[in-house]
């Protein structure tokens, strides 16, 4: 029996942007998909989820949340594609995924899952694999799922700490001077990372000169959160990432509910904030000054509709062992 593990996401810079070639800064966090894996004779990919029940699309709001059904399709392919490339001995293998990253919120749940999946089951078959082996081929899923993903997502929770990614030819890995505080703050409606991309992508196409513009101010947002967090200026940091949000609403990808929280934890101390994510729902995050600045904002962001979640940075990304 093999099991391994991968940390979920928050972008804090350069989401969507980064589709259209800005670069963005991700930071791994400290919530978790785990995946265990045991090969199986008769040559069979079997895959089964268990994710907790207020994931899934329950409320009226989140009706056009995921099913459980949805969500297992690009898992089997994760398995599938993993098996193809190690070019086994014809073995199946049997995998049970968990998932205790809220889904449809913009904390990476498909990308950790599909990650976690593939390094479980080429870890069961004896394969270990390299690093960019699992993100290309963690590509296969996330396509099926998103369209046209960047590959931040996958890269983000495989690398794990916090990263600077253009493309998938240039990921780099970001020494941080100090961990900011960060809050995040589920507004608990689900959204569609692949059409709120293609409406931004198509978008750019119309308003040409527009994007352009954004594009420029996105560089340079994304090269001042990375030199924030080298340096350790939280007060920067917070400027940029309200920035940050100010240009996903221009670009049409933020909603009140978002706009509501973003507002609610400056008000509340907060240094900056923004949503993370594809946006139209999911989560916002918020940069604080001190952890009893954001018990403080945690209590307002509660009282204003979210779920606050304390997060902190997960160091190792996807890990894998055999017992
Ligand atoms: O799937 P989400 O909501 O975590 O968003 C992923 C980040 C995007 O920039 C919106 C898409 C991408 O592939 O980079």
């Given at each position: 029996m093999t099991i391994a593990r991968a940390p979920g996401k928050i972008i804090l810079a350069g989401e969507q942007f980064v589709v259209l070639g800005a670069p963005a800064v991700a930071m791994a966090i400290d919530l978790y998909s785990y995946a265990e894996a045991k090969s199986n004779r008769a040559g069979q990919v079997n895959v089964g989820i268990d994710v907790p029940?207020?994931?899934?699309?329950?409320?009226r709001e989140s009706s056009r949340g995921p099913s459980a059904q949805r969500f297992l399709r690009p898992l089997s392919l994760a398995a599938e594609a993993t098996l193809d490339h190690i070019g086994g001995t014809g073995e199946g293998v049997d995998v049970n995924s968990e998932c205790e990253i809220p889904i449809a919120?913009?904390?990476?749940s498909s990308a950790s899952t599909t990650v976690s999946i593939i390094s479980a089951v080429s870890t069961c078959q004896g394969a270990a694999l390299e690093r960019k082996e699992i993100f290309d081929l963690a590509f296969i899923p996330e396509k099926f799922l998103h369209?046209?993903?960047?590959?931040v997502d996958q890269a983000t929770c495989i690398y794990g700490g916090i990263i600077e990614f253009t493309r998938p030819s240039n990921i780099r890995p970001l020494r941080i001077k100090t961990d900011p505080i960060l809050l995040l703050c589920d507004s608990g409606i689900h959204h569609e990372t692949k059409a709120l991309v293609g409406s931004v992508v198509k978008k750019s196409k119309i308003q040409r000169r527009d994007f352009r513009d954004y594009l420029t101010q996105m560089r340079s947002v994304s090269r001042g959160v990375a030199k924030s967090l080298r340096t350790g200026d939280d007060d920067y940091l917070g400027q940029l990432m309200t920035v940050n949000h100010e240009l996903l609403q221009k670009i049409g990808v933020s909603h009140p509910k978002l706009d509501h929280l973003v507002g609610v934890a400056k008000q509340a101390g907060a240094l900056g904030a923004k949503l993370t994510g594809?946006?139209?729902g999911g989560c916002i995050i918020a940069v604080c000054s001190t952890f009893p600045s954001r018990e403080r904002i945690a209590r307002k962001l509660r009282r204003a509709g979210g779920t606050p979640i304390k997060i902190s940075r997960d160091q190792n990304g996807v890990m894998a062992r055999s017992d």
């Open positions: 029940l207020r994931n899934l699309s329950t409320s919120a913009g904390l990476g369209g046209k993903p960047s590959g594809a946006g139209g």
